[in-house]
């Protein structure tokens, strides 16, 4: 086990009860954090003499549909008085079912009918019930300036009322959500220290020190999450405003009349950018041609899930136009696998990190450390900064 992993926790309470339920659109980082839970209990189990080894942590699971696009939940392995941890990606638009003969893709919508299910199937059975939701179903529909649903907080309310004791999310749009379900537990992780390392193995040679590097918040939305950046990196931090026509609604949202930005000179520095989501991108692909314009050297653009609901084809034509140098993202929602080739395109690999928070709050221990990375994060770049960034970046990509 890795320093810290045994700074943060260690097994001692019998973890035999724990249990991961991964569902069909989140099967593969179930598979990749079950592969560390199962390493880490078994090497505690060898360091302490016990018998009992796991072979697994994963409950086998489907949610069928009949002909008429009718579905149910279905928990194949026993869930009697088990700590269940479900892993949901509501994102993964690649999952497929038939109606009427007609192939659809699953929508948000599909993925949280299929989560209710499988809570309703296991009746009561399990002792305690945490949704690991990464990509908050309804996030983006968050608070009411209309009269107009608030899909994020009756989802919330409809899973306390089901029975779920704890929320997992990474990178709420708003976290304030959670003010629905106030005696329910919501955890919100930032994946800053992830991205923050893939940055770094990625491009050793960069200078994050002021002179040289700046933080530039694409929205005022944003700023919360830039401000930790610029805090913890000690750099000077920019912010574009977004001036709207709430005259009209395009696609669900406000058009963007103009970007203005609010900051220092970012002539001849590298900026990096970070928000929760890019979806169309045209409001980063804009904020890179005002900051290409205003003299900058290079862009780094961040996005927790990096969806592209367009494509990468507009980003693809920016990057060989010069407007920036890479979109680091997470492995926490789906990606394309024409996505994850393009030279572009950086991920970091969150499933670690999603183990260290599942084995802690199984073991019932704090996870203040993993809600606020900065004492790693500031070790991180001081050995970065004081020692050979070419082996240093070989290191962390094994921690």
Known sequence: ?????????????DSSNMAILAMEGAAELGKKVDQYLVNW??????????????????????????????????IIDSIRGKDLFIICDVGNYSIEYNMFGT??????????????????????????????????????????????????AQMLRELEFMGVKDIITFDA?????????????????????????ALLKTFPE??????????????????????????????????????????????????????EYIGNDVKDKDIFVADDII?????????????????????FLSATYALFTEGPEKFQKAYDAGLFDAVLSTNLTYATQELLQK????QADMSKFVAYIIAAID?????GQLLDPHDKIHELIEKFNAGKPQQLAMDISEE
């Open 279 to 299: 979806a169309t991108g045209d409001s980063m692909l804009k904020l890179c041609n005002e900051l290409k314009a205003a003299g900058c050297r290079r862009i």
């Open 41 to 74: 209990y078994n090497n505690e189990a060898k360091t302490n003499g016990k018998k009992f080894f796991k072979d697994t942590f994963l409950v086998k699971n489907t949610c069928p549909r009949f002909t008429t696009g009718d579905g149910k939940g279905l």
């Open 103 to 152: 192939p659809n893709r699953m929508s948000p919508d599909d993925h949280y009918s299929d989560l209710k299910r499988i809570i309703g199937a296991c009746a009561g059975m399990a002792n305690k019930i945490t949704v690991v939701m990464p990509l908050l179903y309804g996030g983006r529909q968050h608070r009411r300036t209309a009269r107009e649903s608030l899909d994020c």
């Open 363 to 367: 073991q019932n221990k704090s996870v």
């Open 173 to 197: 749009h708003d976290p304030r959500v959670q003010n629905s379900v106030p005696i329910m537990g919501f955890d919100n992780f930032m994946p800053t220290y992830q991205i923050l390392k």
């Open 343 to 346: 030279n572009w395109f950086v």
């Open 206 to 259: 960069i200078n994050m020190k002021k002179d040289n590097f700046m933080i530039v918040s694409p929205d005022e939305g944003a700023m919360s999450r830039n401000i930790y950046y610029a805090s913890v990196l000690g750099t000077d931090l920019g912010m574009f405003y977004k001036r709207r026509d709430y005259a009209n609604v395009v696609n669900g949202r406000n058009p963007i009349v103009a970007h």
């Open 1 to 13: 086990m890795r320093p810290f992993f045994e700074s943060i926790f260690s097994f001692e309470k």
